[in-house]
């Protein structure tokens, strides 16, 4: 199933609050921009959006945000396959583990949850016996309008 695009606005910023870690402008506006963002951003695409809500966001406070967002376990950091080389895309952390599809032709990246993955990691976890924390599949391949 694919999932949601976007989220509660506010639920970043609630988490930022809830550890009391100091919300600014800046960041209110980047936490902002992930929370409603339609689309894997990168760093780039991030500044671009904040800069429309708040102009004095700047790069160093984005990477900044980034590395937190990172360490608080409230974003993935991806290279999906490496579209467009070695760019880094970032999404919310979302409750469940998901696989991202990549088009090899346009460009786009999907979503898909399935049980059937939460049951793969639950086979490896018993039969390998490792405890899974983290869990990510990329699939590389042609979307429906590029594979016509």
Same mark, same amino acid.
């Given at each position: %199933?694919?999932?949601?695009?976007?989220?509660?606005?506010?639920?970043?910023?609630?988490?930022?609050?809830?550890?009391?870690?100091?919300?600014?402008?800046?960041? $209110?506006?980047?936490?902002?921009?992930?929370? *409603? #963002?339609? !689309?894997?951003?990168? #760093?780039?695409?991030?500044?671009? !959006?904040? !800069?429309?809500?708040? #102009?004095?966001?700047?790069?160093?406070?984005?990477?900044?945000?980034? $590395?937190?967002?990172?360490?608080?376990?409230?974003?993935?950091?991806?290279?999906? %396959?490496?579209?467009?080389?070695?760019?880094? @895309? @970032?999404?919310? !952390?979302?409750?469940?583990?998901?696989?991202? %599809?990549? =088009?090899?032709? =346009?460009?786009?990246?999907? /979503?898909?949850?399935?049980?059937?993955? /939460? *049951?793969?990691?639950?086979?490896?976890?018993?039969? =390998?016996?490792?405890?899974?924390?983290?869990? $990510?599949?990329?699939?590389?391949? @042609?979307?429906?309008? =590029?594979?016509?």
């Amino acid at each position: %199933m694919p999932l949601p695009q976007t989220e509660m606005p506010g639920r970043l910023q609630a988490h930022f609050a809830e550890r009391g870690i100091r919300i600014t402008q800046q960041r $209110r506006a980047i936490l902002q921009v992930m929370e *409603t #963002a339609s !689309k894997h951003l990168d #760093a780039s695409q991030l500044l671009r !959006k904040a !800069k429309k809500i708040d #102009a004095s966001v700047d790069r160093s406070t984005v990477y900044r945000t980034l $590395r937190l967002l990172k360490r608080q376990g409230l974003i993935d950091e991806l290279d999906l %396959m490496h579209l467009n080389g070695e760019k880094h @895309y @970032y999404e919310r !952390k979302l409750n469940r583990d998901h696989i991202h %599809m990549a =088009c090899l032709r =346009c460009g786009k990246i999907m /979503e898909f949850v399935s049980d059937v993955f /939460e *049951t793969l990691k639950g086979e490896v976890e018993k039969d =390998c016996r490792f405890h899974i924390v983290v869990s $990510r599949l990329e699939i590389g391949g @042609y979307c429906a309008s =590029c594979s016509k």
